[in-house]
């Protein structure tokens, strides 16, 4: 599921085209699925938690990951949002090459870090900062159909 509302991005673009661009993104991605039903309702009212058993039961699966850039995970980690008793394992991806992502030992079974180089150039902002530039955007930032949604919609542009 994406996030509906990211807390540290007030004013992201709106949730219905986000969740077009992962949609595109993951369309030919075999092993990955979207969960598009009201998961900021499910959360809001019954916790993160219930929303994970729900994406279990929906895909028979018994495992979940969520992908977390590190900026994120500090957020989160820094609120107390990220549990040992969490039904889910975090995939945090690194931004900066050579930054070290502070893992707690008791999270150590539940946290992966991920260090790559093509992982440490993506970045969100990033992208944005091109589009709104008119700078050439190549395939390892953005799979091609989703920046022609991107420019199609008018998304990120000044």
Partial sequence: ??????????????????????????????????????SGFIINEFGKDLLI??????YATSEIYEVLGDDS?????????????????????????G?????????????IEV??????????TLVRKKIQNREDIGDELMAPEVLEYIQKKNLYRP
């Avoid at 992201?12 to 993104?25: A, I, V, Y």
């Avoid at 058993?53 to 929906?58: R, S």
């Avoid at 992502?101 to 539940?110: M, S």
């Fill in 1 to 38: 599921f994406h996030n509906m509302n990211p807390l540290h991005k007030p004013n992201s673009t709106s949730s219905f085209d986000r969740l077009q661009m992962l949609n595109l993104r993951i369309q030919n991605e075999s092993k990955l699925n979207v969960f598009q039903d009201d």
């Fill in 53 to 58: 058993d729900l994406i279990k039961q929906k």
């Fill in 73 to 97: 995970y500090e957020t989160l980690i820094g609120l107390g949002q990220i549990k040992p008793t969490d039904n889910r394992k975090y995939v945090v991806m690194s931004r900066e090459s």
């Fill in 99 to 111: 930054r070290t992502i502070h893992i707690p030992t008791y999270l150590k079974q539940q946290i």
């Fill in 115 to 124: 260090e790559n180089d093509v992982v440490n150039a993506l970045s969100s």
